[in-house]
């Protein structure tokens, strides 16, 4: 089945102690990007990723760190999570590139991070 | 990116069509309307996606205008599954996918 795995799915954890939120995918996606969802803010992009090794800045990338060693992977990490970044986590993929990105992007369930 | 407009809320009786609509007056020449869905808090779902011609697959249709200012998301046997917020998002095809999320419409379908 094609899709996209996150975890962890909840987390409760307190300032400045690093975390890693994984993503996965099964679609041989070239494209990867996370995403945080906030009441009143909708979804706002902090990272994505356009193959291995490639990664830029979405709208929000302030206190977050992405890699992209391998296609199917595309972690998020915190390296010194503040109570600012509770909030809804989405990872999401699709195939890029002209004439092959039709614009359907492949959403993982969430992670549900809470910082203390 | 241009920017949509659409109703805060929604409702349909079960069984019957929903017709979901979205405003996009400065949408360029080559920009795509797409539609997802999210319900509750999981992950948003592609629905459908349409240039100029209207656009159906299993899910929904799509009518769009021929000015291409607006759109009209059809689901046309709504179910209480169907429950969830929609989002129209204009964008473009290629490239990366910088699909802009609004507010959308929060659709609830009753008994």
């Known amino acids: 089945e094609a899709q996209v795995t996150q975890n962890p799915r909840y987390l409760i954890t307190v300032t400045g102690k690093k975390l890693t939120v994984t993503c996965s995918q099964n679609?041989?996606?070239?494209?990867m990007s996370w995403y945080r969802q906030d009441p009143g803010l909708g979804l706002r992009q902090i990272y994505y990723?356009?193959?291995?090794?490639?990664?830029d800045k979405g709208d929000v990338p302030e206190g977050y760190k992405v890699s992209r060693k391998e296609k199917r992977n595309f972690p998020l990490i915190l390296e010194s999570p503040s109570p600012n970044q509770t909030s809804l986590y989405f990872c999401?993929?699709?195939?890029?590139?002209?004439?092959?990105?039709?614009?359907?992007?492949?959403f993982g369930e969430g992670s549900r991070l809470t910082v203390l | 990116d241009a920017k949509t407009t659409q109703p805060t809320s929604m409702d349909c009786a079960e069984g019957r069509a929903a017709n979901l609509p979205c405003n996009h007056s400065?949408?360029?020449?080559?920009?795509?309307v797409y539609w997802y869905r999210q319900i509750h808090s999981q992950g948003p779902q592609y629905i459908i996606h349409?240039?100029?011609n209207n656009e159906t697959n299993e899910m929904a249709s799509l009518i769009i205008t021929e000015d291409r200012k607006s759109s009209t998301l059809i689901l046309p046997h709504a179910t209480l599954r169907d429950t969830a917020v929609y989002y129209c998002?204009?964008?473009?095809?290629?490239?990366?996918?910088?699909?802009?999320f609004g507010a959308g419409t929060r659709l609830a379908v009753h008994p």
């Open positions: 999401a993929s699709s195939v890029s590139g002209q004439g092959r990105n039709t614009g359907e992007l492949f």
């Open positions: 349409g240039l100029k």
């Open positions: 990723s356009m193959n291995v090794e490639v990664t």
């Open positions: 400065t949408i360029s020449g080559n920009e795509y």
């Open positions: 679609m041989n996606h070239e494209y």
């Open positions: 998002i204009v964008g473009y095809s290629g490239g990366y996918n910088k699909l802009i």
